[in-house]
């Protein structure tokens, strides 16, 4: 510590059913609002523990992360983030499950009549295995979407969040695509692109 700034040479602790380093981050302290400038690693987060620690959304996600973050800011208050929160995040999950989250139900229904139009012409289309696939999913236990090997970078800009590159995950219904950005005040601007596969589409 120096004039009431600190840098962590080495910090390290276990959290969440993982692992986090912050060796690298700094703190001003006497500054007005505390100006921080975080870099931080962590391994095999339990998004289901820590999300249960400070919200009410602790049993709506399961999986484990892995983060790199490189954030900067002032003041730690939930206002100050929203309006002052730069930098770089990545992380990614070989699996996630949203168990409030239904992809398949959306868009099933318009995929559906417009196939069954296709269908009258060709005489190929039998009906979207929607059905089929919840089946299967409650067989083996699963509620909600689980996304499937995930690897996401997203760039913060005061408060503002955008994604670098689209995020491409596998689900039981086939491949998702997700790009577009939001904020931290609960702004969500995201584009979703499923493709269906032919285990849920029927020929």
């Known amino acids: 510590m120096k004039n009431g700034k600190v840098k962590f040479q080495a910090l390290d602790f276990d959290i969440y059913g993982g692992h986090i380093s912050a060796a690298g981050s700094t703190f001003n302290l006497p500054a007005r609002y505390t100006e921080y400038a975080l870099k931080l690693s962590t391994q095999n987060i339990q998004i289901g523990q820590a999300l249960d620690a400070h919200t009410s959304m602790g049993k709506v996600m399961t999986g484990a992360l892995n983060q790199k973050l490189t954030l900067s800011g002032r003041g730690l208050s939930g206002d100050d983030l929203k309006k002052s929160l730069d930098g770089s995040v990545r992380f990614s999950t070989k699996s996630l499950t949203i168990k409030s989250l239904d992809l398949l139900g959306p ?27 919840q089946t299967q999913s409650a067989s083996s236990g699963l509620k909600g979407t689980t996304l499937k090997n995930i690897e996401a970078f997203l760039d913060f800009n005061k408060g503002r969040f955008k994604l670098k590159k689209p995020i491409k995950a596998q689900t039981h219904f086939g491949a998702l695509s997700l790009s577009g950005g939001g904020a931290l005040d609960n702004t969500v601007d995201l584009k979703a692109t499923a493709s269906l596969s032919p285990s849920t589409v029927n020929k």
């Open 107 to 133: 868009i099933g229904a318009p995929v559906d009549k417009a196939l069954k139009k296709a269908g009258n012409l060709y005489g190929q289309y039998e009906g979207l295995s929607a059905a089929s696939a």
